[in-house]
């Protein structure tokens, strides 16, 4: 059997042309944005624009906001507070509605290539390599990094 792929990527310091031209070239076909806010500073990447920056780029846009950190984890995480940030996080994932998308998510990882989609730009120290760890223990990863040219 071939092992699954999961993709992650984050979008801190990058382009909207940047993250669609990474995720086209690994060839995604869903961004599975697991932030629980899906808002950001950073021109297209609040959840109605990056939704349509996906869909033009030929990526299905999907929010799981079951799967974001609740905000005592984002502020744990920004403290760089990763063994709090692993506590808060494991709780969030206990939640009834975290436990159904967390099915949603991998019933669509198995079918599709998704890549999940948060802020910090290297995966070791966010919450999706947390939940890819829980939700998508048996697949592959391969954690994205958009560059601009």
Wanted: net charge positive; proline share 5%; with cysteine.
């Amino acid at each position: 059997m071939t092992a699954r792929t999961i993709w992650t990527i984050g979008y801190e310091q990058a382009t909207v042309p940047a993250v669609m031209g990474a995720l086209r070239k690994a060839g995604v076909e869903v961004l599975a944005d697991v932030r629980a806010l899906p808002l950001s500073r950073r021109p297209g990447f609040s959840k109605s624009a990056l939704a349509a920056n996906a869909r033009e780029a030929g990526i299905d846009y999907v929010h799981f906001k079951a799967l974001g950190t609740p905000a005592e984890g984002r502020a744990a995480a920004r403290r760089n507070d990763h063994e709090t940030l692993e506590r808060i996080y494991e709780g969030q994932l206990e939640l009834p509605e975290a436990i159904v998308a967390g099915a949603q998510l991998a019933e669509l990882a198995a079918n599709r290539r998704v890549a999940l989609l948060c802020y910090e730009r290297e995966a070791h120290g966010c919450h999706r390599t947390l939940l890819r760890k829980a939700v998508l223990p048996g697949f592959k990863v391969v954690d994205l990094l958009p560059e601009d040219t």
